[in-house]
Structure formats: structure tokens, C-alpha cells
């Protein structure tokens, strides 16, 4: 059983970066294909969450367009840590993120209900 517990979550202004890190625990987090999702206020429900990044055990990475070039996911299996690297950040970007792991197959970013183990998220605050 996986858990995943995200952190460095924040408030910044407008063009500011933050870093999240996401551990994971109670397995090797090496076999399994990695995401960040956001949810934004006002909507409730694993299926209202929106795919931003995903890497795969192979190291092939996805982002969803609104964050390409912005945002940049890494993962260090060594670590049991998923990093999500935000630059340039837009008022648009304020959500809950969270932390996602998927056995066996690979994360669809448009399917959060195919996820198997979620974080409890970490909260994204951009505003001037």
C-alpha cells in the first residue's frame, strides 16, 4: 500500500516559483507512473481534477498545455520523492495539488479515476 504525502505548497505573487516534493512510503515507488493533478476552487470530486504533469518509469514525461514550459516534473526513485518544479506562475495556476501513483500502467492525465493511490494535497495560492 502506497502513501504519498506532498508538501512545499504556498502563497507567491504572479511570476513566482515554487517547488513541490511529494514522498511516497509503504512500497518502491520505482514501479510506478507518477502525476500531479490540481483542483481548483469550487469544484469537488477526483473527477473534477485536472492533469498538469505525469512521469512515467521510464522517465517519458507529459504536461498538460496550459503549464508547458512552466512546469517541470521530476522524479528521484532513489528518494521515493516526485517533484514538481512551477515557474512563472499565473493567478490561474491557485489550486490544491496533489500527488498521484499508478500500478502497473501508466497515468492518463485525463483519467484521474484510473489513479490507485492519491496525497491528501498541498495548497497553491497565486495572487498580488
Known amino acids: 500500500q502506497m502513501q504519498l504525502v506532498e508538501s512545499g505548497g504556498g502563497s507567491v505573487r504572479p511570476g513566482g516559483s515554487l517547488t513541490l516534493s511529494c514522498v511516497g512510503s509503504?512500497?518502491?515507488?520505482?514501479?510506478?507512473?507518477l502525476a500531479w493533478y490540481r483542483q481548483f476552487p469550487g469544484s469537488e470530486g477526483v473527477l473534477e481534477r485536472e492533469g498538469v504533469a505525469r512521469i512515467d518509469r521510464d522517465g517519458f514525461r507529459e504536461y498538460v498545455d496550459s503549464v508547458k514550459g512552466r512546469f517541470t516534473i521530476t522524479r528521484d526513485d532513489a528518494k521515493k520523492t516526485l517533484y514538481l518544479s512551477m515557474n512563472s506562475l499565473k493567478p490561474e495556476d491557485t489550486a490544491m495539488y496533489y500527488c498521484a501513483a499508478r500500478d502497473g500502467s501508466a497515468i492518463h492525465l485525463d483519467k484521474p479515476h484510473w489513479v490507485n493511490f492519491w496525497g491528501r494535497g498541498t495548497q497553491v495560492t497565486v495572487s498580488s
Open positions: 509503504g512500497d518502491m515507488i520505482g514501479r510506478y507512473s
